[in-house]
């Protein structure tokens, strides 16, 4: 097996962020016409975009909807570059989108959710970069919260020599109603990000929301949790865009939420934290101390369980539980989901170790 070149990878040249206002790459979500690319990257570039975005091959998710103006709007991205010396960015899906935006000279490549989900579409695009390191590739989570299938898809890009690499939040798919387009699950990311600390995460909150409306609170929200930057969607005449529109906003609108955005500090440091920081660390040593005595009665139970012919799972003593707790929920501060959450999880692993001993023939 070969290293893992996701853990080489270097910074991404474009990211700037000047203290006081996040990164933001921004941009419509399909290149329409010449004017309409020219015109939306002007007014971005003179709020103080630096990377512009634009879809030309349009993955959606219903046919017969505008798929993109395809291969000619590499032209457009060229002459965006050339005129306002902004770095050019666009979705790829196949090794025919790579080698034109390669030969277009466009900076930055996504793959969008939808690719990201298939590791044949993903490798395709890999094996067209093979050595292209003068490229950066940012991957979009994949449609389902699979972090591993995320990975995947990184490592395929490092593997083909990128190193320039990023990773971008975008949400994930749902059944029914919601109301975000798709569900953030933000540990997803935040795992990502333990397991590789280097590499950028942006968040899309345009995606994410599908409304205009959740595009400053999401923001925030990736801010606060310390995401490298925003993906958004911006139009010059959002209302009329032909993709995305009730999620798209005008340059001006995107510089009124920028403007509004807080930056906290990083990794500020007071005595006073480290104080509460120590008692956190001394309730998670009690967690950790009772649930280990809470698994050793359950295996108790177990032995009992197994001596006695009785069932493993027996719901109406869990359901009885699970009310009790429920019951004391407002008393302890702690929401009803919160300890439903926790509760099920202690009873799925109590259930585990409980088939465990059956099944051990020494016991
Ligand atoms: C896009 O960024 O325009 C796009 C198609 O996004 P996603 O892959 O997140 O749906
Ligand atoms: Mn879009």
Same mark, same amino acid.
């Given at each position: 097996?070969?290293?893992?070149? #996701? ?11 000047? /203290? ?16 309409? $690319? ?11 975009? !630096?990377?512009?975005? *634009? ?49 277009? /000279? ?25 050595? %292209? ?29 990128? $190193? ?6 975008? /949400? ?34 345009? %995606? ?63 005595? !006073? ?5 120590? %008692?956190?660390? *001394?309730?998670?040593?009690?967690? #950790? ?13 177990? !032995? ?15 359901? $009885? ?25 202690? %009873? ?16």
């Amino acid at each position: 097996m070969k290293d893992n070149l #996701l853990n080489n990878i270097t910074p991404l040249p474009f990211v700037m962020s000047c /203290g006081s206002t996040p990164f933001v790459i921004a941009g419509p979500c399909s290149a329409e016409s010449l004017e309409q $690319t020219l015109e939306t990257a002007r007014a971005l570039k003179s709020i103080g975009i !630096t990377v512009f975005r *634009a879809g030309l091959w349009k993955p959606r998710t219903l046919p017969g909807t505008f798929e993109g103006v395809g291969a000619k709007g590499l032209e457009w991205l060229r002459l965006v570059k050339h005129e306002t010396g902004m770095t050019v960015a666009t979705e790829v899906a196949t090794r025919e989108h790579v080698e034109a935006a390669i030969d277009a /000279g466009i900076d930055v490549l996504w793959i969008g959710a939808r690719t990201c989900t298939d590791p044949f579409a993903v490798q395709e695009i890999a094996d067209a970069l093979n050595g %292209h390191n003068e490229i950066a590739v940012l991957v979009k989570n994949p449609v389902t919260p699979d972090l591993d299938l995320w990975i995947g898809a990184l490592q395929r890009i490092a593997n083909a020599g990128v $190193t320039m690499i990023g990773a971008i939040l975008r /949400g994930f798919s749902h059944y029914g109603n919601n109301y975000y387009r798709n569900v953030p699950e933000w540990q997803v990311a935040i795992e990502l990000n333990r397991r590789y600390p280097h590499l950028p995460i942006f968040c899309d909150p345009s %995606h994410m929301g599908g409304k205009r409306n959740l595009i400053a609170p999401l923001s925030q929200q990736a801010i606060d949790m310390g995401f490298d930057g925003l993906f958004i969607e911006s139009h010059c005449s959002p209302d009329e865009a032909l993709s995305d529109k009730d999620q798209q906003i005008s340059p001006q609108e995107l510089k009124n939420i920028v403007n509004s955005l807080i930056i906290r500090e990083k990794n500020l440091s007071t005595e !006073t934290l480290e104080v509460l920081r120590q %008692h956190i660390d *001394a309730c998670d040593n009690e967690l #950790l101390n009772i649930l280990s005595k809470r698994i050793e009665v359950c295996r108790m139970i177990g !032995t009992y369980k197994k001596e006695n012919g009785m069932q493993v799972v027996q719901t109406n003593r869990y359901d $009885t539980i699970l009310q009790k707790c429920l019951n004391q929920a407002d008393d302890l501060g702690l929401s009803r989901e919160f300890l439903k959450t926790i509760m099920s999880a202690i %009873h799925q692993e109590s259930v585990r170790q409980q088939i465990e001993i059956m099944n051990d023939n020494a016991v």
